[in-house]
């Protein structure tokens, strides 16, 4: 199983963003894709997740600025951004759970500064 997260970059705060996570080795209707994010020296959080049956699942602090997406035919999942912070600066990880393994991706730098 591979994923592969792009699509991070600089954004003036107020900005959107939209990110990517092409998966390989498995299917996104079989096994759910969650987004995470890191700040250096801190711990990975959690940010949304896009369950293989559809249903989608989103961090409180996001106060609803982020939604997930996916386009099955592309075995892609997405993370739409918008009001962006300088608190959400930081390398965003997705992942991927199948038989008990977990997988992830190698992050993507999203910097939120003017």
């Known amino acids: 199983v591979q994923l592969q997260a792009s699509g991070g970059g600089l954004v003036q705060p107020g900005g959107s963003l939209r990110l990517s996570c092409a998966v390989s080795?498995?299917?996104?209707?079989?096994?759910?894709v969650a987004w995470y994010r890191q700040v250096p020296g801190y711990q990975r959080q959690w940010v949304a997740t896009f369950a293989a049956g559809g249903a989608s699942n989103y961090a409180d602090v996001l106060q609803g600025r982020f939604d997930v997406s996916r386009d099955i035919a592309a075995n892609t999942v997405y993370l739409d951004m918008v009001s962006l912070t300088s608190e959400d600066t930081g390398v965003y990880f997705c992942?991927?759970?199948?038989?008990?393994?977990?997988?992830w991706g190698q992050g993507t730098l999203v910097t939120v500064s003017s």
């Open positions: 080795g498995t299917l996104i209707t079989t096994n759910g």
């Open positions: 992942s991927t759970v199948r038989r008990g393994v977990r997988f």
